[in-house]
């Protein structure tokens, strides 16, 4: 077992692109935990759809052995955390389970809304931070401003940061001797009661879950018997060890230590992130931060053929085993017939449930507009919680209703500030600050309902700072908000599942929106269609798709019979795609035209 | 069972704008081409014919010669009895006193003349040869000889209004020919038609227009005798056209000649359209398809209901179970479909979105 004093422990934190990935790469080739040939770009991010999106979305441990420039051997643990909002408090907790961080900034970037947000976390736990300003070599690069910026916005003291290319390999070697000098050793009692960080898990079909853990006191030990303290639940660890990446078995872990176990835990449910692993007799205090994650963005998904439910339930069921923080229960539609009202952390989350579930199940779906999650005061002193519209009850019965506020932090060039602060005052944003951080570099700060930043609002900032702004928020609270329900009528009948809850001021703009959006998608059918937004009983927006007058094959002689067949055939192929409500054939794109509104 | 026989007779004068079919204007190839046709009729033939249809193209440009020649390896090669439906596809420029009696010493009994309207202003846009007085001639011409006669009118033809398609209507049921085919104009791929509509060249008349011209057509031609048979044909009774039932009912055919198609067992084959390949000896079907269950089953579905008599209730139960009964149902309900005894078809309206309704319940 390594003495604590010879271990390091860190993650390498950076907004998207700024180069955390390639970093990561090139320290594993530098210690010689992955030969050249055999490395393959981006090691760390194992699933296909992080690789094609860039973005680390489970937090994976890699063990590197070191040898210092002082001849000393030095075994580091770099734990890559997930890079985007949704993911926060799995951010935190792997943080937690480090003494420092690598400060990434890009050097034609300079600091980014991630960058700020990512650091703060680090600062809050207390961490050693290396600041690298990454990219040097590129023509565009203005390290220095860049270093003003870590110290002025920031606060850092970036005068020693390493000026580095990730890419070429420049400044790594100072990085590595810097991880030994500036990264604290981690400290723990040795002799306690086991106290180890569960700051990642995942379902390993061989293996059961895995827990990838950072032990703080005391030592864990193959076919010991553990305790998790936030349920109670005791296991015994059936096999132990670490990534190298490749895994390599040990038999115990101690103080300072990151490696996995498994221990025949069925359910990922049972392995909360941040829960403290103890010895089965022992109850020392909890580390500190552990929190139960609370999906915060709901959707409604469907499958497009409704054949496809039971294979639905299996897939959710399978993806759940994977991810704790995903949720969901049944729900029904009358419009889309059976389905399921799911919990995500947050847009991307959501995006990336949806992609897998069509791919890695071969399901077609159809998801409704996402929403949140209100909580109501009820005339009768009840107070319920709902994430389903369809659920809100008569407003005659309601006495008041809140929807969560988060806190962004938005950071652009100055020559965007006019347009994105008209994009957050429509958004029912209240400004809490701006802030010019240096010369051309502003930083805004607005608190908005979460409602109205997960329709959209990422899209819309990119595209009005021409991808120059970024954004990084967090919630801040439940507050009071005049919400109504809004129906969308298909011939009079209700879509339920594209129902939603919108601000009273809004109701109309956005019901208008919505049918002229939804008018494009749906094609003409044999009869007239009209679309109308209500609220209540009264109708505040309408379009009609006017009837198709013909759609036949007059000549049909000639003999070829089979061309023919094959038009019609194609035109059922057609329909799949569609969603049949009542005698309305509705195409995935109307659904999809309400959710992406703005 | 004997079985129908398509010859295909590709040369005309002119491709009109329209035509997706497999024509030729190069009328010097008219020899190879038929010495082609019947290596293909002695290759492929045997068996007995109860209809035979001659195609085009304008098989009417064809010359005396090829046309005999032609018709008498038919009647070597198929047991072809006395008097079976013989329909010949004939412009009205072709259409003389002389030419009727020879092609009626051919063994020609019904004629089939491309008038498609009887308004100029309508025609020659198109690359038709003939006018107004010639078509009113030709038909003329062909129903006091005697012959079977059946006219082509088109539907929604570019500069056709309410008015001038109602008179193209009333000529054609004055001329007392047996059996109309009416045709709503279809933008075919490929077609001169079509990129002149595209590069906003042309235009064609509204949509809903069109629509309401048809059902008020169906209803003019059965007051006149001519009931609707089929979505694009109307006969007074026993006029009805035996080849091209033949396709709906799914019978046997066999196609001669580039670009026909052939039906035999459970196979559906054609022959190439490129007129020199077929020159040169090509007779291998350059499209070939097994049919399966489900082929078999969406063909009976979309070939019975162009059918004025529609399918058995109990042959859709059958093919298609509850969601056919709830498919008919709603049908009927709505005004697409109408019950004929125990069977059930499209109404006009119906018809006119018929791919449409189909393809809801395939």
Not at chain 1, 45 to 73: F, H, S, W
């Amino acid at each position: 077992m390594p003495d604590p004093k010879f271990i390091r422990n860190f993650s390498i934190i950076a907004h998207i692109d700024h180069g955390k990935t390639t970093l990561s790469d090139r320290l594993l080739q530098k210690t010689g935990a992955v030969e050249g040939r055999e490395m393959h770009e981006q090691m760390l991010d194992d699933m296909d759809l992080e690789r094609e999106r860039g973005i680390t979305i489970k937090a994976r441990a890699v063990n590197l052995n070191y040898r210092a420039k002082d001849g000393q051997d030095y075994v580091f643990n770099l734990i890559d955390t997930p890079g985007h909002v949704d993911f926060s408090y799995e951010v935190s907790r792997s943080l937690a389970a480090c003494e420092g961080a690598v400060l990434v900034v890009d050097a034609t970037q300079g600091v980014e809304a991630q960058t700020l947000a990512n650091s703060y976390l680090a600062i809050a736990n207390n961490l050693d931070i290396l600041s690298v300003i990454n990219k040097v070599d590129l023509p565009s690069a203005e390290p220095e401003k860049v270093r003003e910026q870590i110290e002025n916005v920031i606060g850092l003291d970036a005068h020693d940061a390493v000026l580095a290319s990730a890419k070429s390999g420049i400044g790594v070697d100072e990085i590595l001797e810097k991880i030994v000098t500036k990264i604290s050793a981690p400290k723990g009692d040795a002799n306690g009661p086991l106290r180890a960080l569960l700051f990642d898990s995942w379902y390993d079909s061989y293996r059961g879950v895995m827990c990838l853990v950072r032990v703080v006191d005391g030592e864990i030990r193959k076919g010991m018997r553990i305790k998790f303290l936030s349920t109670d639940r005791i296991y015994e660890v059936t096999e132990m060890g670490v990534f190298t990446p490749k895994i390599k078995l040990v038999d115990s872990l101690g103080v300072g230590e990151v490696g996995f176990f498994s221990g025949n835990i069925k359910d990922i449910v049972q392995a909360k992130i941040g829960d403290t692993i103890t010895n089965a007799n022992a109850s020392p205090p909890m580390l500190p931060g552990f929190e139960e994650v609370k999906p915060m963005v709901f959707a409604g998904i469907f499958p497009i053929n409704t054949d496809d439910y039971e294979n639905l339930r299996d897939a959710v069921g399978k993806l759940k085993l994977n991810d704790a923080s995903f949720s969901y229960e049944p729900e029904s539609s009358l419009a889309l017939g059976f389905g399921f009202r799911c919990g995500f952390l947050g847009l991307l989350h959501m995006e990336i449930i949806q992609e897998r579930l069509e791919r890695e199940f071969n399901l077609e779906l159809l998801t409704s507009a996402p929403g949140v999650r209100y909580r109501i005061q009820k005339t009768d002193g009840d107070e319920i919680w709902i994430e389903n519209p369809q659920k809100m009850p008569d407003p005659a019965y309601i006495s008041s209703i809140e929807e969560p506020w988060i806190e962004a932090t938005i950071l652009t060039t100055d020559e965007f500030v006019g347009p994105i602060l008209a994009l957050a005052t429509d958004r029912r944003g209240v400004q809490k600050k701006l802030e010019y951080v240096s010369a051309n570099r502003v930083m805004i700060v607005y608190e908005m309902p979460l409602n109205e930043v997960i329709l959209d609002f990422f899209d819309k900032l990119k595209s009005i700072s021409r991808g120059y702004a970024s954004l990084d928020y967090q919630f801040v609270g439940y507050r009071e908000s005049d919400l109504v329900k809004m129906d969308i009528l298909i011939n009079g009948d209700p879509l339920d599942a594209l129902s939603l809850i919108v601000h009273k001021e809004k109701a109309y703009a956005r019901g208008k929106l919505l049918v002229e959006k939804m008018k494009e998608f749906i094609p003409r059918q044999m009869f007239a269609v009209a679309l109308q937004a209500a609220i209540g009983n009264r109708i505040i927006a309408r379009e009609t798709v006017k009837a198709m007058r013909k759609d036949v094959l007059a000549k049909c002689y000639g003999g070829d019979i089979s061309r023919k067949r094959k038009l019609l055939e194609k035109q059922k192929e057609g329909k799949k795609r569609m969603k049949r409500v009542g005698k309305v054939e509705i195409p995935q794109e109307a659904f999809l035209a309400v959710l992406k509104i703005d | 069972m004997p079985i129908g026989l398509y010859i295909h007779l590709p040369f005309c004068r002119v491709h009109c704008t329209y035509c997706p079919f497999a024509v030729s204007t190069d009328i010097a190839l008219q020899d190879r081409y038929c010495d082609a046709l019947i290596a293909e009729i002695d290759a492929r033939g045997g068996g007995a014919a109860d209809s035979v249809f001659l195609g085009g193209g304008t098989p009417s440009r064809t010359s005396r010669e090829n046309l005999t020649r032609v018709v008498a390896r038919l009647h070597e090669k198929f047991a072809i009895a006395d008097g079976v439906e013989l329909s010949l596809e004939a412009n009205p420029e072709d259409v003389t006193e002389d030419a009727i009696a020879f092609w009626r010493s051919l063994g020609v009994n019904r004629l089939s003349i491309g008038v498609q309207s009887f308004h100029e202003a309508e025609l020659r846009p198109l690359g038709r040869v003939h006018g107004r007085a010639q078509a009113l001639e030709a038909v003329r011409l062909a129903t006091e000889s005697g012959i079977r006669t059946s006219l082509d009118l088109i539907l929604g033809l570019p500069r056709q209004t309410a008015a001038s398609f109602a008179e193209t209507m009333e000529t054609a049921i004055a001329t007392g020919a047996g059996h109309i085919s009416l045709y709503i104009l279809d933008l075919e791929e490929g077609t001169a038609l079509i990129r002149q509509v595209e590069g906003g060249r042309v235009s064609l008349p509204d949509e809903d227009l069109v629509a309401s011209l048809y059902t008020e057509a169906i209803e003019r031609f059965a007051k006149a005798g001519l009931a609707q048979y089929e979505i694009s044909n109307f006969a007074k009774p026993g006029e009805e056209c035996r080849h091209n039932l033949r396709y709906w009912r799914r019978e046997e055919y066999l196609g001669f000649g580039i670009g026909a198609h052939s039906f035999v067992g459970d196979r559906r084959f054609a022959n190439t359209r490129d007129i020199h390949h077929y020159i040169e000896g090509a007779h291998d079907p350059v499209f070939a398809e097994v049919l399966g269950d489900g082929e078999v089953r969406r063909e009976t579905i979309f070939l019975g209901l162009r059918q004025a008599t529609g399918v058995h209730y109990d042959d859709i139960v059958r093919l298609c179970g509850n969601g056919g009964i709830e498919w008919m149902e709603r049908g009927l309900g709505d005004g697409w479909l109408r019950r004929v005894g125990a069977r059930v078809a499209f109404t006009p309206s119906g018809f006119l979105l018929s791919n449409e309704y189909i393809s809801q319940l395939f």
